[in-house]
């Protein structure tokens, strides 16, 4: 089953995964999926706060704050994810 890609801005790709494990979180891309270079890292829905994983500093203010604009959206998005329901909308460009 494909990886929802529920968001790209400003050089940022964000996925929620199928039955990923808790606590809930997504996962954020820096850099072209699959080419050398990528960065990745894990965010809280809850807190929006790195889980783990690295991406430059401007990415990471802007990766943080989009999840607390978003973390009821996320909230309702991981429920559907756990039962392997596609997320309800995308969150481009915002």
């Known amino acids: ?3 929802p890609r529920i968001a790209s801005f400003h050089g940022l790709v964000v996925k929620l995964y199928f ?11 820096a ?3 699959g080419h050398p270079g990528v960065q990745a890292a ?11 994983g690295t991406l430059p500093a401007a990415k990471l203010a802007t990766a943080t704050n989009w999840c607390h ?5 996320l909230r309702a998005d991981w429920q559907r ?14």
């Open 42 to 52: 894990r965010f809280s829905i809850d807190t929006g706060e790195l889980i783990d």
């Open 69 to 73: 604009r978003h973390r009821e959206a």
């Open 81 to 94: 994810a756990q039962l392997d329901l596609h997320p309800t909308g995308r969150y481009d460009s915002t």
């Open 19 to 29: 039955g990923d494990h808790s606590p809930p979180h997504v996962h954020v891309y």
């Open 1 to 3: 089953m494909p990886v």
């Open 31 to 33: 850099g072209r999926i």
